[in-house]
C-alpha cells in the first residue's frame, strides 16, 4: 500500500467519526432542549391553572362615623362557600359591637 493511500483512509476515517460525533452532539442538545421545553410547559400550565382560582381582596372604606369592609373577587374563577368570621375588634373604644348586614349572612 502506499502512504498517500494510507492517510487518504485515515483523514476520511476521522472525517467520518467527527462528522458521526457532530450528529451525536446534535441529537443530545435537541433531546435535552425538547425536555427543557415540556418541563416549563408543564410549570407555566399549572401557574395559569392557579390563576384562574378565585381571589378576594379586601379593603376598608371610612364613611362617616363608620368602617365598612369592601370584599372584591378579583381571580378568574367566581368564589363559592366563603365564610368570613370577624371574632374580635381591638383598638374601638367602648364599642365592641359589629354591625353586619344580610349580606354578611350569606
Known sequence: MN???VL??????????????????SLIISVLALVI???FNVITHKQYIRSLDPLLSFK???????LYLSITNTGGAVAKDIAINI????NNG???DLELDELSNS
Open 3 to 5: 502512504v498517500l493511500e
Open 8 to 25: 487518504k483512509e485515515i483523514s476520511e476515517s476521522i472525517a467520518n467519526n467527527s462528522n458521526e460525533k457532530i450528529a451525536l452532539y
Open 37 to 39: 421545553t415540556i418541563i
Open 60 to 66: 376598608l372604606i371610612k364613611g362617616k362615623y363608620e
Open 87 to 90: 371574632k374580635e375588634i381591638y
Open 94 to 96: 367602648n364599642y365592641n
